[in-house]
């Protein structure tokens, strides 16, 4: 065995251990992870506070404060949503009978198989309920107690955050140090930048298919509105899933083919104008990763940390990017997770936006 063999297995030998080593700490990894990408985003209003004597124990509590209002006012406008389409239930039972009796009758004339033996078939399958509200049960404390950890951790980043800087910097030489510092900054930036640019991204996309799905007549379009926009955490696949569930549900509600086509349209057409202007002026070079790299970067961090890893493993790959820029071994690593370099230039109308903004 040649020694780039034997370089090559280590490698490989090394990545699988970090893998399964993230897999099997992901309880205390996971929360901690969430938390440090969340505080990235606080870290200047948190200074702008401290500079204006306001103490740091108060300013880090003002912080989580802003954090906890702001999801208590997106989990009230989804809530007061799910209501609205609830006062429509009955109607969408019933219908969803409906569709489900034409779909049994499909299969009995195409492939034989009687409604008794399809509905025995789906009661078998069909996990009881006691199991189900088990699930339930500790699916929620599980999601209470992590979110509690990272409150907790949020807070204890803020306020220890000099301590912890010092700390790496501390880990590198004093030749590296100046390096290492502006590495960290990057790093920090990057994650403010998708974390902000995400979420005016949402906001862009929920006026724009509220509005959109409410030009074609589409039932509870704030809700289906809120539901894609939400969904664009998770990139490409978000709202593909989003506009899916629009097009069926509006079919259950016996919506027409034109409605229908419209939906699609609408998404197409939303998806042209996120991808040529809103993109560009959000979010920033430093944030671009190339879609091969993200998809990858999915999948990992679901079979890794399941939801969580999906919504954490766009900004960790960018700063994963960051540094790899830094080090001399690992940039053909940052070469590879970034986007294509185009010669194109980008058009006047972007570069003309971007002025005013």
């Not at 349209?265 to 939303?270: F, P, R």
Request: aromatic share 10%; hydrophobic share 55%; proline share 4%.
């Amino acid at each position: 065995m040649t020694a780039s063999e034997t370089s090559i297995i280590k490698k490989l030998l090394i990545l699988f251990l970090v893998i399964a080593g993230l897999h099997y700490a992901k309880d205390f990894l996971m929360p901690l992870s969430i938390a440090g990408v969340l505080a990235t985003l606080f870290l200047p209003f948190c200074t702008v506070m401290e500079k204006n004597r306001v103490p740091k124990g108060l300013a880090v509590l003002i912080c989580l404060l802003v954090f906890l209002i702001t999801i208590a006012a997106v989990g009230y406008l989804l809530g007061w949503q799910i209501s609205a389409l609830a006062g429509d239930f009955a109607q969408l039972k019933q219908r969803s009978i409906e569709t489900f009796s034409r779909i049994q009758e499909y299969i009995f004339n195409h492939l034989g198989i009687s409604t008794e033996k399809q509905s025995e078939i789906l009661n078998n399958e069909q996990p009881r309920f006691t199991v189900i509200m088990q699930v339930l049960a500790g699916s929620l404390a599980f999601v209470l107690t992590n979110f509690i950890l990272v409150l907790a951790y949020i807070f204890l980043l803020l306020y220890y955050r000099v301590h912890i800087l010092h700390f790496l910097l501390k880990l590198s030489s004093p030749a590296k140090r100046t390096e290492m510092g502006e590495v960290l900054s990057k790093v920090a930036h990057v994650s403010q930048q998708y974390l902000l640019g995400l979420a005016k991204m949402i906001f862009c996309l929920w006026i724009m298919y509220g509005i959109g799905f409410s030009i074609i007549g589409v039932k509870n379009a704030l809700f289906f509105a809120i539901l894609c926009g939400l969904l664009e955490i998770i990139p490409f696949i978000g709202n593909i899933t989003g506009t899916t569930l629009t097009v069926l549900v509006a079919a259950v509600q016996g919506a027409s083919l034109p409605m229908l086509a419209g939906i699609i349209v609408t998404y197409g057409t939303i998806q042209f104008i996120q991808g040529w202007i809103l993109e560009p002026l959000i979010l920033g070079p430093q944030v671009k990763i190339n879609p091969f790299t993200t998809i990858i970067a999915l999948v990992l961090g679901e079979l890794i940390w399941g939801i969580p890893g999906i919504f954490l493993a766009i900004p960790i790959t960018a700063m994963f990017k960051i540094v790899c820029d830094h080090i001399e071994s690992l940039k053909p690593y940052g070469f590879l997770i970034g986007e294509i370099e185009r010669k194109k230039a980008q058009p006047d109308f972007i570069k003309k936006i971007k002025q005013l903004v």
